[in-house]
């Protein structure tokens, strides 16, 4: 990553298992925020220095853990105050998030109402079959006289 003035991206994302290289040509060097207030407050009190300040050079740091986001800052001069900043947050593994399940929910039973055998119900559905039978039995006759012609 180019160490400049501003950094051209101040927001990265990259896979936790990476490493990340700061790469500058004058005078700079790189801290770890303690906190993301302290971040955008250029405030470098409990910041940890990671690369120290060099003129020109690199350093390597090890991406964050996944889904977790650190801050880094230049503490030389007002290069932080000019957006020499940078948050880089570690990218969980593809195939890692359980968030969502493979299960699939059992089925809404069918509200049903139950009668008593020999009830009006029966006696309709009863009914209903023996004149289903009758059309069936007409149908198949009259198809059948069509093609007897």
């Not at 060099?54 to 000019?82: E, F, M, N, W």
């Not at 968030?99 to 009668?115: A, G, H, I, R």
């Amino acid at each position: 990553m180019p160490w400049i003035i501003p950094v051209a991206e101040q927001s990265i994302t990259v896979p936790a298992d990476s490493e990340i290289t700061f790469e500058w040509s004058n005078g700079h060097n790189v801290y770890e925020m303690s906190s993301k207030a302290a971040y955008d407050a250029c405030d470098f009190s409990a910041a940890t220095e990671v690369c120290p300040a060099a003129v020109g050079g690199s350093c390597t740091i090890d991406a964050p853990p996944a889904d977790t986001t650190k801050y880094y800052a230049c503490q030389v001069g007002l290069h932080c105050r000019r957006g020499q900043v940078v948050a880089i947050t570690g990218a969980a593994a593809p195939g890692t998030d359980h968030t969502f399940t493979d299960s699939v929910p059992p089925p809404t039973p069918k509200p049903t109402t139950t009668l008593p055998k020999g009830g009006k119900a029966d006696r309709d559905e009863d009914e209903s079959d023996g004149d289903a039978g009758r059309v069936l039995s007409v149908l198949t006759a009259a198809v059948a006289a069509l093609f007897t012609v």
